[in-house]
């Protein structure tokens, strides 16, 4: 799987044409389970996206992967963390450092430092230190 071309961002370029990441975002389909979700091409773009700086693109992907999965279920969270995670690291990189610190928030607030066992092949605590490093990085921008 390729990187886009370039990464979206809300105001400073042009949003990729509507359908795009389609074909990525149908391997996430109701009715899978949290395995079958881990593994599906949309939730490893999700992840490359995001750990690449392709933030708004990671947030397109890993949506149908959120959606899927049932609801109250700890991969639910975590997945829904990382999806914030994507966000505030999307709004600090459009200059809103207070909306990002919100976000960053929320994403700590869905990931449970507590489990200890992998949650969508994560291990939650390397979730915990993209976390720490964006809030790290939104308090340099205040």
Aim: aromatic share 8%.
């Amino acid at each position: 799987m390729r990187l886009p071309t370039y990464a979206y961002v809300p105001g400073q370029n042009e949003r990729h044409p509507e359908n795009t990441f389609d074909a990525i975002r149908s391997s996430a389909v109701s009715g899978q389970n949290a395995d079958q979700l881990a593994h599906s091409e949309a939730f490893r773009a999700g992840l490359r996206f995001l750990d690449a700086g392709y933030y708004w693109e990671a947030h397109e992907v890993l949506e149908p992967v959120w959606m899927a999965l049932p609801d109250g279920s700890t991969e639910k969270y975590v997945v829904q963390g990382l999806i914030q995670l994507a966000n505030g690291s999307l709004k600090l990189r459009m200059g809103r450092p207070k909306a990002a610190l919100r976000l960053v928030g929320q994403a700590r607030g869905l990931v449970n430092r507590e489990v200890s066992a992998p949650v969508m092949t994560l291990d939650v605590r390397d979730v915990h230190t993209w976390i720490d490093r964006l809030e790290g990085q939104i308090l340099l921008a205040i």
